[in-house]
């Protein structure tokens, strides 16, 4: 099983960063909330700080925890871990991704997820907190 995290990242106008897995990776072309694999001895909230700023070179915070989603791609068993982050500072330069937008929930349902992502995905566009 690997263990990933997942920013839910909200700006100052309540809209939510979402990025586009590049071409090359597991998952390309789909979007995502950002994050990564969380490493040995690491807390998700400290994963997301370390992933986020390797891989879009910005810093959040991560305030509240929002659920967990087990999902297997192929044999390959993800669980899923995602939390509530604010958008601290940074320009974000991409690594992992090919394109990213700030969206309002209202547009989620517009993006192509992948599929660990859906049940956030949902839960955000019913308007639940996770």
């Not at 297997?72 to 939390?83: P, Q, T």
């Not at 993006?111 to 839960?123: C, I, L, P, S, Y």
């Amino acid at each position: 099983m690997i263990q990933v995290a997942a920013a839910i990242i909200e700006d100052e106008q309540g809209q939510l960063l979402i990025a586009r897995r590049k071409e090359g990776k597991s998952q390309a072309g789909l979007w995502e909330f950002p994050g990564g694999k969380i490493e040995e001895g690491e807390s998700g909230e400290e994963c997301l700080r370390r992933e986020l700023m390797e891989e879009m070179n910005i810093a959040i915070e991560p305030y509240e925890f929002v659920g967990v989603n087990d999902h297997w791609y192929g044999d390959v068993h993800i669980r899923l871990f995602a939390w509530k982050a604010t958008y601290q500072a940074g320009t974000i330069t991409l690594a992992d991704h090919d394109e990213y937008c700030w969206i309002a929930k209202s547009e989620l349902g517009l993006f192509e997820f992948a599929e660990a992502d859906k049940v956030f995905v949902r839960k955000l566009s019913a308007g639940g907190e996770g």
